[in-house]
């Protein structure tokens, strides 16, 4: 339950620890920069890393994961954002994409338990129109390439990330790059 008690009834009556050698997620996180948590505490994006990993690492603690190790690994699959055009309802700019693909391998740089990022895809699926609204845009555009090949800003950066973070402090921004 919400207080880590164990529940004997229903559902979990027969309930037994999940064995684990990492945890994966797929942080979509729509137009949610990755450095903004997200006020919905039953969902994980970037950066909300520590406190799914304070909770994977309570469950382990309590034996409701067998985890392999005592601090499993985090694998970071399906990173993306969907880009606009050609997804205009949920999708970002493409130099928006480009900014929070870069910070998002910061992110991930800086948190010792990401053993692995990976980005979600390489090109845009084909948009399938199936209705109004967000169906319009069926797919996923999420891609360092256009459905026709293009390059998007992101293709570049994801390469070689380069991030300037002003933290507040009199020494300036903090400046962070991958070659």
């Known amino acids: 339950d ?6 004997r009834t229903g559902r979990c009556r027969r309930f037994r620890p999940v064995k684990a050698d990492a945890i994966g997620l797929h942080p979509h996180g729509r137009r949610r920069a990755p450095d903004r948590p997200n006020r919905n505490r039953d969902t994980t994006q970037m950066a909300d890393l520590p406190r799914l990993l304070l909770v994977v690492d309570r469950l382990t603690r309590s ?16 990173l993306g954002y969907q880009t606009s055009p050609p997804d205009r309802f949920i999708g970002v700019s493409p130099a928006a994409q480009n900014g929070h693909l870069q910070k998002a391998a910061f992110v991930a740089w800086r948190n010792p338990r990401v053993a692995t990022l990976t980005q979600y895809q390489w090109a845009d699926e084909r948009v399938r129109r199936r209705g109004a609204g967000a169906k319009r845009y069926s797919g ?5 390439h256009f459905i026709d090949g293009r390059p998007k800003p992101a293709l570049a950066g994801f390469a070689r990330p380069f991030v300037a973070l002003e933290d507040g402090s009199r020494a300036g921004a903090l400046l962070w790059g991958q070659e």
């Open 140 to 144: 996923w555009q999420s891609g360092l």
């Open 63 to 78: 034996k409701r994961i067998r985890a392999t190790s005592r601090r499993l690994p985090l694998r970071i699959t399906e």
């Open 2 to 7: 919400d207080g880590y008690r164990r529940i």
